[in-house]
């Protein structure tokens, strides 16, 4: 019972920082602003996250729920099939806030939460991880910069990573993108720096995605991830 009064606890915690969220959104949300509530389903040939398979480079299916309140709050939740530490779903939560300072610079702040609901032992696998980044506007160019922090990722022990990255649109339906990321945790996993450089192709609902994907880990190659993600604005 000691585990099963755990993992309660870790999803309370989980599911209070997201309902605080959105409890924020619906209190700030002005009628005149223009809200939005979309759905998305994802099939990729690899779930990479932060440079490492958590599908073990087999195929996993994914989709999500988003709902935009117009005034820089959102709130969603978006689950994969995986294939890591015994798991076969995750399962996030999450809520956030975008700012604007200027005409080309603002920030964004979040928080997610990571649900392993058939890991074994999965109190210790689920964890929160809180977020905050500028957001830059350089000519037809994005580039965002982020700094995550969990203090309970790896049983407790904490970790922070450290991500930027580009985004450049051209050719009316094509984007090509590239991220790097820094991973410091104090569980035991050996710190490392991931990247990825990617191009993707946009039309109506439907976006195709490919990409690069490695990191600096010993015994790591470089692995090729394609992607169909289909949105939908929800009614």
Known sequence: MRESNEEGNNMNKILQSIIVAAGLAVVAVSPAM????????????????RGISQSSNDPALQGGLDYDFGNGLAVGTWASTVDSAG???EWDIYGSYTTSFTENLGATFGVIGYVYPDAP?????DFVEFYAG???TLGIASVTGRLYYSPEFGGGLGSMYWTGGISIPFAGILSASANVGYSDSDSGIRDYTDWNIGLAASYEFLTL???VVGNDLPGSKERFVGMLTAKFSVP
């Open 121 to 125: 032992g999965s109190a210790d696998s």
């Open 209 to 211: 995605t490919g990409m």
């Open 134 to 136: 500028p957001n830059f």
């Open 87 to 89: 798991a076969s779903l």
């Open 34 to 49: 223009a809200q939005t509530f979309s759905a998305n389903i994802t099939g990729t040939t690899n779930y990479m996250w």
